[in-house]
């Protein structure tokens, strides 16, 4: 026979082709193998040639029985027959594997065969069954879908979460778990994500949720991950059911409102308490004063020490209500600035003057920054500080107060540490508390909202303040405040 160029070249190409390939005629018998089947196979082309297809693909006739055979010649077609199928093959050595076969009828118009091309899929049924086991061991619910939208695996998490068996999901359109009212536009959604796959959240800003088998809604977030596979596109979407982030999130905004509600209630409260007691004190101060002056002489002396008794108590209790107001108001309509500490203390020290002098005291103020805080209510906790660390000094030592500060994490700590009286430890927290005082009045002068004050303006720029102190040897007082943006 004489042996054309074509038919060489055409040999040489069948020959380098990377795919097994196995030429049979109408009876199914094989009348050549390439060298990469031989190679796959272990058989030299002579053992093969006029053998069935059978001794590679034993069970060729499971899949497509003899009859087929018969037929397929009349109107022949190229098929496939993929992993779905669990066809294997067989070599020379007894080695079986899975195999995905493509059947391709060759019509030379005097005869009629079939090129077989035989892929050795272990490899990747192998890393199919590690995808499988990662998506099953997920602790999301993960749905894999194909690129028309039908699911094509679940996991555990996903009947769990849905309330339906796997073999009720697979092969449905990915729809079925979205709730009615959303369906209808799912698809174009869905079609826009494979017009630009690429991994990101599902829905950004928009509330998502899921459909139950028994029709409940849970409210979901979704990632979308595109992943190629076996060299189709898909989505592996991974869902996380929020229903208790969701019942939080509401719990939160609940209780904010009601505290806002509170405090609108107790701040009405306390201008019309303040606004209402004020009036008739400010009648029993102005009629204490009229009766000491026009009225003295008609007083014994036991008289007008009770006069100047209800004279104080009454102007200390005008105090009290004022300090009650501020301490209501504080932070009210506020503006955060930048607020340099340093001439800030200065200040403080001016207005302290007369009791430092008159204290002999002793005051260190070291560099200290300057940070987005409120101004005034800033001014006041220094004032506050510095004034109780004059105030509760030792009597037999000249008072020596010291102001500094330092960067922290976040923040700056500050701390006015004094030599004077000291606080029990049981008092340390007490003393924050408005109105709570450790001493007589004939001792220590106050109303014992100062460091109530104190507390407030720390906890108003997000801070705290708190003291660490050793009777008789002094306190100091320390407070935070973090970096606050405008
Ligand atoms: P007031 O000074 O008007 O009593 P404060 O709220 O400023 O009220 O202080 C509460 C209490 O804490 C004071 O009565 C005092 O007993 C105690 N205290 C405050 N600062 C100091 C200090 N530097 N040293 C010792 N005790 C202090």
């Not at 990377?18 to 030429?23: K, N, Q």
């Not at 932070?331 to 203390?345: A, F, Y």
Request: hydrophobic share 40%; charged share 25%.
């Amino acid at each position: 026979m004489e042996i054309k160029h074509q038919d060489i070249s055409i040999q040489l190409m069948l020959e380098a082709t990377p795919i097994a390939l196995v030429l049979i005629n109408e009876e199914e018998k094989i009348i050549y193998i390439n060298s990469f089947a031989e190679n796959l196979f272990f058989y030299k082309k002579i053992e093969l040639k006029g053998q069935a297809l059978e001794a590679l693909l034993p069970d060729i006739h499971r899949v497509k029985p003899p009859e087929f055979w018969k037929n397929y010649f009349i109107n022949p077609t190229a098929f496939r027959l993929g992993a779905d199928d669990d066809l294997t093959a067989v070599t020379k050595t007894g080695r079986i594997f899975p195999v995905e076969v493509r059947m391709n009828p060759i019509d030379t118009g005097e005869m009629m065969y079939i090129l077989v091309a035989i892929t050795d899929i272990s490899e990747r049924i192998k890393s199919n069954e590690q995808f499988r086991l990662i998506v099953e061991s997920a602790l999301n619910a993960m749905i894999l879908t194909d690129s028309t939208g039908k699911i094509a695996m679940i996991n555990k998490q996903t009947e769990v979460l849905f309330g339906y068996e796997r073999n009720e999901l697979v092969g449905q359109k990915i729809e079925i778990l979205v709730p009615h009212r959303m369906r209808q536009h799912h698809p174009e959604h869905r079609k826009n994500f494979y017009a630009h796959p690429k991994a990101r959240p599902m829905g950004a800003g928009r509330d998502l949720y899921g459909v139950r088998k028994d029709g409940t809604e849970i409210p979901v977030e979704i990632g979308l991950n595109p992943i190629q596979k076996d060299g189709e596109q898909y989505v592996l979407a991974s869902v996380i059911d929020i229903t208790e982030r969701k019942k939080s999130e509401e719990a939160i905004k609940k209780y904010t409102r009601q505290i806002e509600e509170k405090n609108k209630e107790l701040e009405e409260f306390t201008n019309v308490a303040s606004h209402d007691l004020r009036e008739p004190l400010n009648s029993i101060i102005s009629l204490t004063e009229l009766l000491m002056h026009s009225k003295s002489d008609q007083l014994d002396e036991e008289g007008k020490k009770m006069l100047d008794y209800i004279s104080k108590s009454s102007t200390r209790m005008s105090e009290m209500i004022i300090g009650l107001l501020e301490y209501a108001r504080m932070g009210k309509s506020k503006e955060l600035t930048r607020v340099n500490l340093d001439e800030l203390v200065k200040t403080v020290l001016i207005d302290l003057e007369s009791s430092i002098n008159s204290s002999n005291s002793k005051i260190y103020v070291d560099t200290l920054p300057e940070i987005m805080a409120y101004a005034m209510e800033m001014r006041l906790l220094f004032q506050n500080l510095i004034s109780n660390a004059i105030k509760y000094r030792n009597p037999d030592i000249a008072p020596e107060i010291a102001v500094s500060a330092r960067q922290v994490k976040k923040g700056w700590e500050f701390v006015v540490t004094d030599n004077g009286i000291g606080i029990p430890e049981n008092q340390k927290e007490n003393i924050f508390n408005l109105f709570h005082r450790l001493h007589a009045r004939n001792k220590y002068e106050g109303t014992g909202i100062g460091l109530a004050h104190c507390r407030k303006i720390a906890e108003l720029h997000n801070g705290k303040i708190w003291v660490e102190s050793e009777i008789g040897k002094g306190s100091s007082f320390y407070f935070f405040i973090p970096l606050l943006l405008q």
